[in-house]
């Protein structure tokens, strides 16, 4: 999410939201009070997808640093595969 675009989409918003919110009910401090409301919902939700992004992000780096765990993952696959199926696809030669 790069900030300034969020910015200038979230100025955007309100203001259309303000002018829908006048035109609906003809009095200007219930349109800047609802849309004062709609500003503080939307930096909210802003806030929460930052936070979802920084905890992906932790937690994608987290597992790439654990060399133990990947360990722990290859070997779960490889117990998965047959001896017999493993050795057919050995290449033996005098080179």
Excluded: W
């Amino acid at each position: 999410m790069y900030a300034p675009k969020v910015f200038v989409s979230m100025m955007c918003v309100l203001l259309v939201f303000a002018a829908a919110s006048y035109l609906m009910t003809g009095s200007l401090v219930i349109a800047l009070v609802q849309t004062l409301a709609c500003a503080i919902i939307l930096q909210i939700g802003y806030f929460i997808g930052v936070l979802y992004l920084v905890r992906r992000e932790k937690a994608s780096r987290e597992s790439a640093s654990d060399p133990a765990q990947h360990l722990r993952g290859r070997a779960t696959r490889n117990a998965d595969v047959p001896a017999d199926a493993a050795a057919t696809n050995l290449k033996i030669t005098d080179g």
